[in-house]
């Protein structure tokens, strides 16, 4: 008698399931297609432009510290991060110290900015800090690695003495 090509259980020549023959296949194509198909870097090709210099104002609020311009200096580098996103190292291209001011009402009804008194403010800082590094501009905007930059995002600045948060309050194409 001769050997079927499928017999009664399914299997091909008596040896291989069609379903396992079936399930291979759909593994092997899978693969096939992550190995072999470009994925999808979320910015298209249309988008994609020439690198240039980006620079990126930082507003940082109440930093413990009495002298922030010699912990950051300018002219350093440091490791930047954009929500959570690691862009790599950028340049401090300037450090400016904001006074620590207080409002006085004036007898006349009128409001003044003072210097604070408090003893303990002398320790906390308030800075602006202008970033420059490298991007892409796009039609959604500044990209500084593969994260868009815009006014309002929550930043973190990393160098070899200190790590704090800062937020963005404007960026500048160079």
């Given at each position: 008698m001769?050997?079927?090509?499928?017999?009664?259980?399914?299997?091909?020549?008596?040896?291989?399931?069609?379903?396992?023959?079936?399930a291979?296949?759909?593994?092997?194509?899978?693969?096939?297609?992550?190995?072999?198909l470009p994925?999808?870097?979320?910015?298209?090709?249309?988008?994609?432009?020439?690198?240039?210099?980006?620079?990126?104002?930082?507003?940082?609020?109440?930093?413990?510290?009495?002298?922030?311009?010699?912990?950051?200096?300018?002219?350093?580098?440091?490791?930047?991060?954009?929500?959570?996103?690691?862009?790599?190292?950028?340049?401090?291209?300037?450090?400016?110290?904001?006074?620590?001011?207080?409002?006085?009402?004036?007898?006349?009804?009128?409001?003044?900015?003072?210097p604070?008194?408090?003893?303990?403010?002398?320790f906390?800082?308030?800075?602006?800090?202008?970033?420059?590094?490298?991007?892409?501009?796009?039609?959604?905007?500044?990209?500084?690695?593969?994260?868009?930059?815009?006014?309002?995002?929550?930043?973190?600045?990393?160098?070899?003495?200190?790590?704090?948060?800062?937020?963005?309050?404007?960026?500048?194409?160079?």
């Amino acid at each position: 008698m001769p050997m079927k090509l499928i017999d009664r259980y399914g299997r091909l020549f008596g040896k291989v399931s069609l379903l396992d023959l079936g399930a291979g296949l759909i593994l092997l194509c899978v693969l096939a297609g992550l190995f072999l198909l470009p994925g999808r870097s979320g910015t298209s090709l249309a988008q994609m432009t020439a690198a240039q210099p980006i620079e990126v104002d930082v507003l940082v609020l109440g930093l413990s510290t009495p002298t922030p311009q010699d912990l950051i200096p300018k002219g350093s580098t440091a490791n930047f991060i954009i929500r959570n996103q690691p862009y790599g190292q950028i340049t401090v291209k300037n450090v400016q110290v904001l006074p620590r001011t207080v409002t006085v009402s004036q007898p006349d009804g009128s409001v003044k900015a003072l210097p604070d008194p408090r003893p303990e403010m002398a320790f906390s800082s308030n800075l602006l800090l202008t970033l420059e590094g490298r991007g892409q501009i796009t039609n959604n905007g500044p990209v500084l690695g593969n994260t868009a930059i815009k006014v309002g995002t929550p930043v973190e600045l990393e160098g070899k003495e200190y790590n704090f948060r800062a937020s963005v309050i404007a960026v500048r194409p160079l």
